[in-house]
Every structure is written in structure tokens, then in C-alpha cells.
């Protein structure tokens, strides 16, 4: 049987002695061959293949534990379906680098926005709601997650809407990076005697100060800082959970420069309009 020194097989696969000698200790490429007076690895010529699957993988960024389950599929298909979700992340990440440079070149060549806010009286209300932890770093994940089952959940449930899709974000979600987040869809009636999916809240009432954010959630934080900065200017802030309304979003059309976001900040003192 023909064996390769490990120096060799490096050459052959542009992988390093290094890289090499931690795939061993991981389990990820055992070498054929090692010797056991001074531990020098040897590998057969139809490991080569093997080791450039495994550099290809590492450089499209997949993790040793993923790649291992690739090697160790049982047929085609599962291996497949392996590397094609993580192909499908990186799609995502692809297209959340593409949207955050875009969001970038605003920030940086168009002027802070200008915006109108509305001072807001809101009665109680009964909402169907959903609470979970999310991070401010993967918001897309938790938010259609979370609609997609509250929408099925209003559907089960034979209650009717009275309103957008809207969220409560406590002050330690910004604070911290993560934190538990609620989402609700205002609702009237009564659910079906089999039980409502998603649980049953009632928001108190509030007084808010509130701005529409145009466009998609990258740059949300434009319309939250001029906000913010309108609320801080006149001392009027409150300690409270900020809330968003989803008057126009993903469920509504994939054109993001069409969304629209009410973002609600809590203050002590309004002009009165009840909502």
C-alpha cells in the first residue's frame, strides 16, 4: 500500500502540517499510517480527495462539526442537504452584508433625517402575543418566526385583528444586545373553546411619541436616534418599553424601500390622540 509522508500530502491538498495535525486530534481526517515510536503520520493517496472537500468547506467558512457530518452522510442526498444549508446561510449573510454596506453609504452620504413625530394616547388593549429572547444581532430570524406562528395562531384561535403586527422591546434589549422581546397582533373576540396557541395580554394604556420609519429595518436606527433625540431634547422620556408598529412589511411586499415601521417611544406629557 502506497503512503504519503504527511509533508507530501500537505503539498498535494494545500493543507497545513498544522491544519492537518489538528484534524487528527479532532477525529475529522485520521491519518492512514502513524508511527508509534515517534508519532509520524502517514496518509493513502484516496485521502486526498477527502482533505480537499475539507479545505473547500473550511474556506466556504463551515464548522468541523458540520463538515464531519457532511463526510460521515450515509448516501448523496444527506450529504447534500448538509453543505446546501449552509450554502443557504451564507446566502443570508451575503445579503445582510450587502444591505448593512447600503445602509452605510446613506449614513454616510445622505444628511440625518428629518422627521414628523406624533404625540399618542393609547387606550388598553387586548393583544395575542408571543413572548421570546431574542439578539439585537440576528433580529430577522426571531421576527418572522415569531409572525409567521402568531399569524397562525390568530387564524386557530378565530379572533379578529384590530391592528398592524407591533413588538415591545424592554430597555434591556438595547442595553444588553438580547432580551425578551414581545410580539403581538391586537385582537377582539373570543378564542375557540379548544384553546388559543399563542397567550392572550393586555397592553396597558400609554402615552407615546411616535415617528415612521420608510424603509428597511438596516436602517432603523436613523429614525430611533432622531427620535430619541426629540424625546431627550424636551425631557419628556419615560422609563418603558419602546414599541414598534409593522404597518408595512415582508408579508406585505419584498420591496424594502416600501416598509413602513411606526416606532413609539414612551413620554410623560401629549397634545391627546387616542388610538
Known sequence: MTLLAIGDFATMTYLSVK???HYHDT?????????PATGYRRYRPDQVPVAQVIRRLRDLGMPLEEIRAVLDAPDLAARNAGIGAHLRR???????????VASLRRLLEEPPPSIAV?????????????SCRAAMDDPGQWWSEAFDELRAALVAA???????????YPPGFFQYGSGEVTAFIPVAGRPHPAGCPAGLLELPGTELAVAVHRGS??????????????VAERAIGVDGAIRENYLVTAHDTIDEASHETEVCWPVF??????T
Not at 27 to 35: E, N, R, T, W
Not at 217 to 230: M, N, P, V
Not at 269 to 274: H, L, Y
Open 19 to 21: 491544519a492537518l495535525r
Open 27 to 35: 477525529g475529522l481526517l485520521i491519518p492512514a499510517d502513524i508511527d
Open 118 to 130: 406624533e404625540y399618542r394616547s393609547t387606550a388598553p388593549a387586548r393583544v395575542l402575543a408571543l
Open 158 to 168: 378565530g379572533l379578529q385583528r384590530l391592528g398592524p403586527d407591533g413588538a415591545l
Open 269 to 274: 406629557r401629549t397634545t391627546t390622540r387616542s
Open 217 to 230: 429595518f438596516g436602517d432603523l436606527d436613523r429614525t430611533y436616534g432622531a427620535l430619541g433625540s426629540f
Open 90 to 100: 451564507m446566502e443570508r449573510q451575503l445579503e445582510q452584508t450587502q444591505a448593512t
